[in-house]
């Protein structure tokens, strides 16, 4: 079945980096578009970016253009997530998540259907 | 930026009432909206898509109706299952944005 699987928990100090993996299986990996989004401990749903796992183009909120990368290794059909200059407020859940069609929400009928079981990334002195 | 106004914030009921969760778009989305639910621990599970279209194997008492700026998420009959918190999502323009959620506990 469709599934994303995210990479384990990680503990970073502030300044550092943190890359966080999302490996896609059952379907094509390359004809659908993976988001990024972060739920700090207890709060809302915040969207991050997406990538377009064919071309490797990125999309960012404006909050994260700078600061956030992400990449695709499609011999593995996996998306990776690095944040840099890691702050405390950093902290949270990252879920990766895909959408249901193949246009990547141009038209009314997507949303995220599929999502990562998240990674928790603790930034902490 | 497309803020989203969710209401209540949260919200108690008994098992078989209906429960109604109204959210509020800044502009209008024409039907470019989501609802998800989440439980503690867990990704968001998606519900509904552009604004009432019931995702494949989400139980019938979803429902979702609307459009433009005002939106509304009905569950028909409340189960203890779906004691969880529920977000709205706009899709219609980036970035991207979510509800501040409403919580659904089950007296």
């Known amino acids: 079945q469709v599934r994303l699987v995210q990479s384990g928990a990680e503990v970073k100090k502030p300044g550092a980096s943190v890359k966080v993996s999302c490996k896609a299986s059952?379907?094509?990996?390359?004809?659908?578009?993976i988001h990024w989004l972060r739920q700090a401990p207890g709060q809302g749903l915040e969207w991050m970016g997406w990538?377009?796992?064919?071309?490797?183009?990125?999309h960012f909120a404006l909050n994260f253009q700078g600061r956030v990368t992400l990449t695709r290794d499609t011999s593995i059909n996996t998306i990776y997530m690095e944040v840099s200059r890691l702050r405390s407020d950093d902290t949270a859940f990252y879920f990766c998540?895909?959408?249901?069609?193949?246009?990547?929400?141009?038209?009314?009928?997507?949303?995220?259907?599929?999502w990562g079981q998240g990674t928790l990334v603790t930034v902490s002195s | 930026d497309f803020q989203l106004t969710q209401s209540p914030s949260f919200l108690s009921a008994s098992v078989g009432d209906r429960v109604t969760i109204t959210c509020r778009a800044s502009?209008?989305?024409?039907?470019?909206l989501a609802w998800y639910q989440q439980k503690p621990g867990e990704a968001p599970k998606l519900l509904i898509y552009?604004?009432?279209t019931l995702q494949s194997g989400v139980p019938s008492r979803f429902s979702g109706s609307g459009s433009g700026t005002e939106f509304t998420l009905t569950i028909r009959s409340l189960q203890p299952e779906d004691s969880a918190t529920y977000y709205c999502?706009?899709?219609?323009?980036?970035?991207?944005?979510f509800g501040g959620g409403t919580k659904v506990e089950i007296k």
């Open positions: 998540a895909k959408v249901i069609t193949t246009r990547n929400l141009a038209f009314a009928d997507d949303a995220f259907h599929i």
């Open positions: 059952g379907y094509t990996f390359s004809d659908y578009y």
């Open positions: 990538i377009n796992p064919n071309t490797g183009v990125t």
């Open positions: 502009q209008g989305i024409i039907n470019f």
């Open positions: 552009a604004a009432s």
């Open positions: 999502q706009q899709l219609n323009s980036y970035p991207l944005t």
